[in-house]
């Protein structure tokens, strides 16, 4: 195997043949950080979850995953956490879907009465729900810058009208199928982003993973109320500890963040497993 790429939470080696693995880590990342705290087993739950969502999404799109065996030669505790996946010329655009506003959507409604272009009515508070899911793409930043929001015609500018369509019209099926499927099981979708490619055969494919709580915002539908901060089953517990007085960190600082304690990475790691668990309906273990 040879490392080609680390990401903020995911190893990548190209394996004999050119297909590649993908290694999750248990690291968590920030705005933009890397935490110095992992959460344990989060990298199996994320490519667990992933590989159920990638089954329920075959006839939307289709997947990078050739296998989930371990090759030769690489090491057991990769078991549950690794995926070969066949080569992707990945699109340079982070695709985005949203169903619900908050976050940086929220922050974008209230200065401009739009997100990323598509105008919103008026009176919408904190996690209230949108009138349909909006694609609201960003641009693909390297690990520690930061994200920035784009317009539709901004995709178009650099991908073309015809495959900008494909790639809006993609992530709002991925996003609606997600989250018809986890309304059933008592979860909110509120918004998530997914990764997109193009293989050898001009196919456009999905990749990375999708819909966990790394790439979403889950939110316990009997106890979503617009209007305030929903609770949730993702790292948004993280980063309201990181933003609170009891880390000590200031954000504006450019100093990385503190270690999580003990209390936090626990806490953190049940809400992935209880989204896992709630999702699949499985078991995790």
């Known amino acids: 195997m040879k490392h080609l ?143 920035e929001p784009m317009t539709l015609a901004e995709v178009e500018a650099a ?22 499927l986890a309304l059933e099981r008592g979860i909110i979708v509120a918004d998530t982003k997914i990764e997109l490619g193009w293989a050898a055969d001009g196919a456009l494919v999905l990749g990375d993973e999708v819909l966990t709580p790394d790439s979403s915002r889950f939110w316990p539908a009997d106890a979503w109320e617009p209007g305030r901060a929903q609770p949730s089953f993702d790292k948004q517990f993280v980063r309201d500890w990181l933003l609170s007085p009891e880390s000590g960190w200031d954000r504006a600082s450019g100093e990385a963040p503190p270690p999580l304690p003990d209390e936090i990475v626990e806490r953190t790691r049940a809400k992935y497993v209880e989204a896992y668990e709630r999702l699949t309906g499985r078991t995790f273990t």
């Open 5 to 147: 790429h680390s990401g903020k939470v995911r190893d990548l080696y190209e394996l004999p043949g050119g297909d590649l693995l993908m290694v999750a880590r248990d690291t968590i990342s920030a705005f933009d950080h890397v935490l110095s705290t992992p959460i344990p087993d989060k990298g199996r739950i994320l490519t667990q979850l992933s590989l159920w969502w990638f089954e329920r999404l075959a006839d939307v799109v289709p997947n990078h995953v050739v296998s989930t065996g371990l090759p030769e030669g690489a090491p057991a505790e990769w078991e549950g956490r690794a995926v070969v996946a066949r080569r992707l010329d990945m699109v340079k655009v982070e695709c985005v879907a949203r169903g619900y506003l908050t976050g940086s959507g929220l922050a974008d409604y209230r200065a401009t009465g739009a997100v990323c272009g598509v105008p919103l009515p008026d009176g919408l508070a904190d996690g209230s729900r949108l009138p349909e899911p909006i694609f609201t793409p960003t641009t693909k930043a390297d690990v520690g810058d930061h994200d």
């Open 159 to 180: 991908t073309g009208a015809d495959v900008a369509a494909r790639l809006r019209d993609t992530t709002l099926a991925v996003y609606r199928r997600g989250a018809e």
